[in-house]
């Protein structure tokens, strides 16, 4: 299972941050990261991070994102700097070492001034 917290109402260039923990079995967990779906569009990476710590970013936030995880039982997501363009549904996802993903029930995340 996967909860995910942290998400609300942020003003433009202004930051939130992005819980996720993960309970289960843990073990064959690989990647760790969020996804994120506007109104409209199709379900994006944000970003992930692998089991060895390797990070991957869309092009849209690198630099003001960041994600990190605490082994395989939580992933965050630092947002900085943060846009109109940012607001969306934010979900938590794992793969496991089969390709399964598995996701959180996703928070909404809302920039505007």
């Known amino acids: 299972q996967l909860q995910a917290s942290g998400g609300g109402v942020v003003q433009p260039g202004g930051s939130l941050r992005l819980s996720c923990a993960a309970s289960?079995?843990?073990?064959?967990?690989?990647?760790m990261g969020w996804y994120r779906q506007a109104p409209g569009k199709q379900r994006e990476l944000v970003a992930s991070?692998?089991?060895?710590?390797?990070t991957k970013y869309a092009d849209s936030v690198k630099g003001r994102f960041a994600a990190s995880r605490e082994n395989a039982k939580a992933v965050y997501l630092q947002m900085n700097s943060m846009r109109p363009e940012d607001t969306a549904v934010y979900y938590c996802?794992?793969?496991?070492?089969?390709?399964?993903?598995?996701w959180g029930q996703g928070t909404q995340v809302t920039v505007s001034s």
């Open positions: 289960g079995n843990l073990f064959s967990i690989n990647d």
């Open positions: 991070v692998t089991r060895l710590g390797v």
């Open positions: 996802n794992i793969v496991d070492f089969t390709g399964t993903h598995y």
